[in-house]
């Protein structure tokens, strides 16, 4: 059995393999969000929110798990909204006390969210639901900052 920082290593392995192949971004993109749910069990919907600085919006981009309405977020508005006002990842391992909250299924129980910074501009950010209660530890949020630095070099 491999733990856990075994599977992010193999994980993040995987995923500069899918930053290198000859793929489009957006293809590229998906097949990360698709290795983060497949091998981490409790990441349940895994995607890419892309950012307008001008508007102050974010738009769903290319995500893996179930279709949701959030497809365009004001900056400030929900998690996600929140980590791109701050600049700063958001953890918030119990969804029902949090009040700046969008819901997208009624089984998500826990969000994460670590916005892309490059050369000081908000790029855009990628958002994790979970259906467990307070699953991520700060292995996850080193594991998915390296997994972001790898998708900065692609945007
Ligand atoms: N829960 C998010 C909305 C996006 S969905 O999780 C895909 C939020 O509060 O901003």
Known sequence: MLDKT???NLIINNIMRIAKSASTRNEKL????????EHVPYYDWVGFYIADESEKELTLGPFAG????HIKIPFGKGVCGQAVAKKETVVVQDVSS????????????SEMVVPIIKN?????ELDIDSHTHAPFTDEDKKFLEDVINIV????
């Open 66 to 69: 179930e279709p949701t309405e």
């Open 120 to 124: 000081d501009k908000v790029m855009g």
């Open 152 to 155: 900065t070099q692609l945007l």
């Open 6 to 8: 075994q599977k992010f």
């Open 98 to 109: 949090e009040t700046n909250y969008l819901s997208c299924s009624p089984m998500v129980r």
């Open 30 to 37: 998906t097949k990360i969000c698709q290795s983060l749910k």
